[in-house]
């Protein structure tokens, strides 16, 4: 991974305190596209008329988000070149001036550039930091004055998390100490089997609190964003999942308050909560209630508890695709873009159409309201100020970029100034001498402390770590009432181990002295449990021939789609082509932070037709592919081959043979060398490697794995061994 290149421009580092309301997050301050600013411009234009600047170097596809008068934005770094990668950037609001930017690598993803910054940053003002998904998963907290790292995940080698062609990845959110952020993974033992979960760490640390799983094999990754309210007091963070279905979850403990199962398929929209706990929202998939039937708007009462079926929400309205904008309420009215850009007006109460208007094409943004108008970037290019009228809308202006010039975010509003991306510049349009405004009371603020201190859930964290043999690992028990309020700390649980290791009664882990294990504590306080899962991995060497066990329990991404098998009068792993989501995947052994190290395995492919699976190595974030199209590959980045970083020969292999492969990353200076070569097992190794290839621009660690497509045939694995280089 590249080093954080951080800019600091003479005299520009800005101070902590608050700067009238920051946009933190990329539906705004109270989580509902809703700003609180009275002097917004309701006109402009792309050739001056109140357009502060336009920076062609931050062009986007992603939401901006503002923060003490900075503006924060993912964007491509060095396109169309070999450097090519993604970054966060930090600008002045007042100017345009960038402040820093953090550039790292895309790996082991099959999204292509262009996709780079479906997910926004978000913010937190207490801490002046922010968080950022990137599109091959990398989850990183940024500091907000400097983009310096504070902490890093790469949630695709440590959770499983997938980055596919479509680029979708979901946006992180700051609830207190917590930032959660979800995605569908494949994990380890039970979390092997993908869904759509959610992962909640300490802010300031990186450190895993819970993760909590939604229906298991959903249908499609998603890009929604949970939104934080309240319902009857009680804190709740409302999310749209994979699965179809749109959940409440307590935010400090990750338990489900309701669900509502509105698609069969994954929803985009991000739900809007007004202040009365009633929930809007909609999708473009099939209904749950009737597949036959695509997209549906949808109202319900948010103040309860369990299963929300058909027959208990305010209205329905079938057949409106709302796939990719989300709503806004304002007054007694719904507005909404269905994905073909047409504007609909809904009243709030019942669902009846009031109005409706086109406006375009194709919209992916969400509408925003500011003193009362309504704004709308549409995707190509026409840039809308609404006002609502009694019979619907009228215009009240309308700006058009340049021919070409898409438009996929959405606006952001702070200190009298309203920034939106698009592919081409990043916009700020506003007034100069914009008065400053306070901020409003949201409804996250409305969370009523409850007296009851009767604990009824407990959370044992820290969760889904990695240890070393023998290393201890100080725990945690907090308690929490019904309405998820932390009561303290419960010391007097009982943790229990399956796995190997011990606890004190200091509820300290220590793990087993020697191999490796996949642990499970448990708390025990009367009749209330909870959970936590640990991962032991020694130093390097490693070697597993599946002899004596089946996929190794601290393996991410492997079991679920690999399945031991006989092979030849021993035991292997087979991968197998049953899975119609999981034929193509990748998995990963342990430790992120390794690098300089060779590893090998024995596979041997079969045959369905004249087609032979993809099966390989990776090593440092980099894979060794023998194809079945007769080649031999090293690559990074799947949608880059050729531009950013792969180096692909002719390799002559065939089916029901045994083959040895090994492949080594060495790092030289400040570049990485990768070295592959492929042998019939039993033979005599070949002395040179057969593939080599330099990347100028190195991933410098990355955890060991096995990549593999069985779609078209199986194959076999055996052998896997993992040692540092001599």
């Not at 520009?12 to 109270?30: I, K, Q, V, Y």
């Not at 991306?421 to 409804?443: F, H, M, Q, R, W």
């Not at 037709?609 to 090593?619: E, F």
Request: hydrophobic share 35%; net charge neutral.
């Amino acid at each position: 991974m590249r080093n954080n290149l951080a800019v600091i421009l003479g005299g520009m580092l800005l101070s902590t305190a608050a700067f009238a309301e920051d946009w933190a997050h990329w539906r705004g301050p109270n989580n509902d596209g809703h700003s609180f600013e009275t002097d917004v411009p309701e006109k402009w234009s792309p050739k001056g008329e109140n357009l502060l600047w336009r920076k062609e170097e931050f062009a986007s596809r992603a939401t901006p988000v503002i923060m003490n008068d900075r503006v924060y934005v993912v964007c491509r770094a060095f396109p169309e070149t070999t450097q090519e990668g993604e970054k966060t950037v930090c600008v002045d609001a007042k100017t345009g001036e960038l402040i820093w930017e953090s550039v790292h690598n895309i790996y082991l993803s099959d999204a292509p550039a262009e996709r780079v910054g479906w997910s926004s940053v978000v913010a937190d003002p207490q801490t002046d930091t922010v968080f950022v998904l990137g599109l091959g998963c990398v989850f990183q907290c940024l500091d907000g004055k400097t983009g310096k790292v504070v902490w890093e995940h790469s949630m695709s080698e440590e959770f499983g998390m997938l980055s596919t062609y479509g680029g979708r990845t979901n946006f992180p959110v700051v609830f207190e100490d917590l930032v959660i952020i979800s995605g569908v993974t494949t994990g380890w033992g039970e979390t092997a089997v993908p869904a759509h979960r959610l992962i909640a760490l300490d802010k300031k640390t990186g450190v895993p609190r819970w993760l909590i799983s939604t229906r298991v094999r959903p249908e499609d990754t998603t890009y929604t964003t949970p939104v934080f309210t309240t319902f009857r007091g009680q804190a709740a963070m409302v999310f749209s999942a994979a699965d179809g279905a749109i959940y409440a979850i307590q935010p400090r403990t990750g338990k489900t308050i309701w669900k509502y199962q509105a698609s069969t398929r994954g929803i985009n929209s991000t739900p809007v909560v007004d202040e009365n706990g009633i929930v809007y929202g909609g999708h473009a998939e099939q209904n749950s209630s009737d597949t036959t039937i695509l997209g549906a708007v949808f109202a319900f009462d948010g103040n309860v508890e369990g299963e929300i079926t058909e027959d208990k929400l305010l209205w329905k309205i079938p057949k409106r695709a709302l796939g990719r904008s989300s709503l806004v309420k304002l007054e007694d009215r719904i507005y909404f873009l269905e994905d073909g850009a047409q504007l609909v007006v809904l009243d709030a109460k019942t669902g009846a159409q009031v109005a409706q208007k086109k406006l375009g094409r194709i919209m992916f943004g969400s509408p925003i309201v500011a003193n009362g108008k309504i704004y709308i970037a549409e995707n190509t290019g026409r840039f809308y100020v609404l006002k609502p009228t009694e019979k619907g809308v009228e215009t009240v202006s309308e700006a058009r970029l340049a021919q070409g010039e898409e438009v996929f975010g959405s606006p952001a509003i702070s200190n009298g100034r309203l920034v939106f991306p698009s592919i081409e510049a990043l916009y700020c349009i506003g007034k100069a001498d914009a008065p400053v405004t306070k901020p409003g009371k949201t409804n996250i603020s409305r969370e009523v402390q409850s007296n009851d201190r009767t604990v009824t859930q407990l959370v044992l964290s820290p969760t889904e770590v990695m240890l070393k043999p023998g290393q201890k690992l100080p725990l945690q028990v907090l308690g929490y009432n019904k309405a998820g309020q932390l009561v303290g700390p419960v010391k007097t649980a009982k943790i229990t181990v399956e796995g190997g290791g011990t606890v004190a009664s200091d509820q300290v882990y220590v793990a087993p002295k020697e191999g490796i294990s996949g642990v499970t504590l448990t708390a025990t306080s009367g009749e209330l449990t909870g959970k936590s899962r640990l991962r032991v991995i020694p130093e390097l060497p490693w070697k597993f021939d599946f002899a004596t066990e089946k996929v190794p329990p601290i393996w991410i991404g492997a079991d679920y789609r690999h399945k031991p098998a006989p092979l030849d009068g021993e035991l292997g792993l087979v991968k197998i082509s049953t899975i119609p989501k999981g034929t193509r995947s990748q998995a990963w052994m342990g430790w992120t932070d390794l690098h300089d190290y060779t590893i090998q395995a024995d596979f041997k492919a079969t045959k369905k037709g004249d087609r032979l699976p993809d099966m390989g190595l990776i090593n440092q974030r980099y894979t060794l592919d023998l194809q079945g199209a007769q080649r031999l590959q090293i690559r990074s980045w799947t949608a880059r081959l050729e531009l950013r970083f792969a180096k692909t020969m002719n390799f002559e292999w065939q089916a029901d043979t045994w083959y040895s492969m090994k492949f080594q990353s060495r790092t030289e200076g400040n570049k990485v060398t990768l070295r592959g070569k492929v042998w019939p097992r039993g033979s005599q190794e070949p002395s040179d490697w057969q593939i080599e290839a330099t990347d100028d621009v190195p991933n410098l660690k990355g955890s060991p794995g096995l990549f593999g497509n069985a779609t078209d045939a199986e194959f076999f694995i055996d052998n896997v061994q993992v040692t540092p280089n001599k």
